[in-house]
């Protein structure tokens, strides 16, 4: 039989789907209660008690985390990466791995939007944005973006130190810059966990996908187990 082979899913193939699976119902229970209006109390409650720590240094740590969340510096970022992966460490399919979990997560966002056409919130704006709230964009690309990024790098790092601070960092960074929409005023806390959800969903079923096709390729540490 000719073609490219076609490996069986492992039990960590598995996982992820399940994950994948859980987000993408997470995100449909939430979207229904956003579109029933049913968050609006705990959405103003959560903002108040965010926007009570205001502070002119907080406000511009929130809109430096914001600028660093958003498209341009997303895509900077993912250049950078992929100059990394293609010159210094030689690995191309993974490129095209980043290239489809970011820029798939922005295409799927802006369609998203487009379906809830959710207004943005208006109490307490510190920057002006237009377009619709959910779900947050900066979420979703934060998210895609720096878990896709500990997922290539995790098998570059061999100790497990370098690898709780990568893992610790990406969860450091997702946070911040959602936190940071619902700080600004821009964001309902629901547009960030949907955002995340969707993202969560979106790379769940990207890298199943990836880790199917390129079989124990994708995944040195099984190599080294099974030769260990």
């Given at each position: 039989?000719?073609?490219?082979?076609?490996?069986?899913?492992?039990?960590?193939q598995r996982w992820?789907?399940?994950?994948?699976?859980?987000?993408?119902?997470?995100?449909?229970?939430?979207?229904?209660?956003?579109?029933?209006?049913?968050?609006?109390?705990?959405?103003?409650?959560?903002?108040?008690?965010?926007?009570?720590?205001?502070?002119?240094?907080?406000?511009?740590?929130?809109?430096?985390?914001?600028?660093?969340?958003?498209?341009?510096?997303?895509i900077v970022l993912?250049?950078?990466?992929?100059?990394?992966?293609?010159?210094i460490l030689g690995?191309?399919?993974?490129?095209?791995?980043?290239?489809?979990?970011?820029?798939?997560?922005?295409?799927?966002?802006?369609?998203?939007?487009?379906?809830?056409?959710?207004?943005?919130?208006?109490?307490?704006?510190?920057?002006?944005?237009?377009?619709?709230?959910?779900?947050?964009?900066?979420?979703?690309?934060?998210?895609?973006?720096?878990?896709?990024?500990?997922?290539?790098?995790?098998?570059?790092?061999?100790?497990?130190?370098?690898?709780?601070?990568?893992?610790?960092?990406?969860?450091?960074?997702?946070?911040?810059?959602?936190?940071?929409?619902?700080?600004?005023?821009?964001?309902?806390?629901?547009?960030?966990?949907?955002?995340?959800?969707?993202?969560?969903?979106?790379?769940?079923?990207?890298?199943?996908?990836?880790?199917?096709?390129?079989?124990?390729?994708?995944?040195?540490?099984?190599?080294?187990?099974?030769?260990?």
């Open positions: 039989m000719s073609g490219e082979k076609i490996y069986p899913a492992s039990g960590r992820i789907f399940l994950i994948s699976m859980i987000s993408f119902i997470g995100f449909v229970i939430l979207a229904a209660l956003v579109k029933r209006e049913s968050l609006a109390a705990l959405d103003l409650a959560i903002i108040s008690s965010v926007q009570a720590l205001e502070h002119p240094l907080i406000t511009d740590i929130a809109i430096g985390l914001s600028f660093i969340g958003s498209i341009g510096p997303v993912s250049l950078i990466v992929i100059a990394v992966l293609y010159w690995h191309r399919r993974e490129i095209l791995l980043l290239i489809v979990v970011v820029f798939g997560s922005s295409i799927l966002n802006l369609l998203l939007k487009w379906v809830f056409q959710r207004a943005r919130p208006d109490i307490n704006r510190l920057i002006e944005i237009t377009g619709y709230s959910y779900p947050s964009g900066h979420s979703m690309g934060a998210f895609s973006f720096y878990s896709v990024l500990a997922y290539l790098l995790w098998r570059h790092i061999d100790n497990r130190a370098g690898r709780g601070t990568l893992i610790a960092v990406s969860i450091v960074m997702i946070l911040s810059i959602g936190l940071s929409r619902i700080y600004l005023g821009v964001h309902y806390p629901s547009d960030i966990v949907g955002g995340y959800l969707a993202s969560c969903a979106w790379l769940g079923f990207v890298i199943r996908s990836y880790e199917k096709r390129m079989g124990k390729r994708a995944n040195p540490d099984d190599v080294n187990e099974e030769t260990a």
